[in-house]
């Protein structure tokens, strides 16, 4: 591709995942976040809860001066507690919705463009009893986000039998319920990602095709499913090119290209596309973000 991916997507990375400690809420997150706000190849940045209301007015302020947009994930609130919002103990259910909405109030305080989770875990017996959970907490969270703005909510497609086995999901099931969310509220979207899809046992247009019209929101990122005796096997997000991992430059390229080529990635309203790449072992996290950036600018001349 000739022309800059600039004109193309926003490119970012998601600071809890690059950087160690992060995901509870503590940590060194205004040191991270300045590496990332420092470094002119990233024009976003998704972060997650952050327990101190200094810190987050710290990071509103440097994200803002930085000139850098910003995307609030939800799912470590759900995942650092195991937390299910498709819970069928509907006491549970309710306390992980209301940690999802603290999110919302948190993406608002960070002038995010958009704040994503993830569907829980599911028994097969009782998969529709869940679904129908997911529905009525997806509602009330849409609600939510509407009452306070115009701030999408997104759900990030996860695998549904390997590691976080949650319930979205499938991309028949995807579709279902990206039908039903859509035809009530207007403030609802997909979040896809690259290291997901052959978790899902799909190809990148199986995945995205049926439900292309709905997504909102992209990640890039590589996962290790040949066995589970391999290093970083399931959703450890390795970098581009570890050991026995299914995605590279090649991979990338064709999931950039398909986006594409179904519009989302354009230049009339250029969506955020993050890494979700994290060190394994010792690894450093700059090292990481550093292969990231390289892979993706050769993928991008593929595209």
């Given at each position: 591709m000739n022309e800059s991916m600039r004109k193309y997507m926003k490119v970012g990375t998601i600071l809890h995942v690059a950087y160690?400690?992060?995901?509870?809420?503590?940590?060194p997150i205004l040191d991270c976040l300045k590496k990332i706000v420092a470094d002119p190849y990233f024009e976003a940045v998704e972060v997650t809860q952050m327990k101190d209301p200094a810190v987050r007015k710290a990071a509103a302020?440097?994200?803002?001066?930085?000139?850098?947009?910003?995307?609030?994930?939800?799912?470590?609130?759900?995942?650092?507690?195991?937390?299910?919002?498709?819970?069928?103990?509907e006491e549970k259910r309710k306390i992980a919705l209301a940690s999802l909405k603290e999110g919302i109030d948190e993406a608002y305080e960070l002038?995010?463009?958009?704040?994503?989770?993830?569907?829980?875990?599911?028994?097969?017996?009782?998969?529709e009893q869940s679904?129908?959970?997911?529905?009525?907490?997806?509602?009330e969270l849409c609600a939510y986000a509407k009452s306070k703005g115009d701030m999408p909510v997104l759900?990030?497609?996860?695998?549904?039998?390997?590691?976080?086995?949650?319930?979205?999901?499938?991309?028949?099931?995807?579709?279902?319920?990206?039908?039903?969310?859509?035809?009530?509220?207007?403030?609802?979207?997909?979040?896809?990602?690259?290291?997901?899809?052959?978790?899902?046992?799909?190809?990148?247009?199986?995945?995205?095709?049926?439900?292309?019209?709905?997504i909102r929101h992209a990640h890039m990122g590589n996962t290790v499913i040949k066995d589970p005796s391999c290093q970083a096997y399931g959703d450890q997000h390795p970098r581009f090119g570890f050991p026995d991992s299914e995605n590279d430059v090649e991979e990338l390229a064709h999931y950039l290209r398909v986006l594409k080529d179904i519009g989302f990635l354009n230049k009339e309203n250029r969506p955020i596309v993050s890494f979700e790449i994290k060190p394994w072992g010792?690894?450093?996290?700059?090292?990481?973000?550093?292969?990231?950036?390289?892979?993706?600018d050769l993928a991008w001349e593929l595209v």
């Open positions: 160690r400690g992060l995901t509870t809420g503590e940590g302020d440097m994200i803002e001066c930085g000139h850098m947009a910003v995307a609030y994930g939800g799912q470590p609130r759900l995942l650092t507690v195991g937390l299910n919002i498709n819970d069928l103990d002038n995010a463009t958009g704040f994503s989770f993830l569907a829980g875990k599911y028994e097969e017996e009782t998969k679904y129908q959970a997911l529905v009525k907490s997806t509602e759900i990030e497609v996860f695998d549904y039998d390997i590691d976080k086995k949650s319930l979205i999901g499938p991309v028949d099931l995807v579709k279902r319920y990206a039908e039903e969310i859509t035809a009530k509220w207007d403030n609802f979207g997909l979040m896809v990602d690259l290291s997901h899809i052959p978790m899902l046992h799909e190809t990148v247009e199986e995945s995205l095709l049926p439900v292309k019209q709905y010792d690894e450093d996290s700059e090292v990481v973000i550093a292969n990231g950036k390289r892979t993706l």
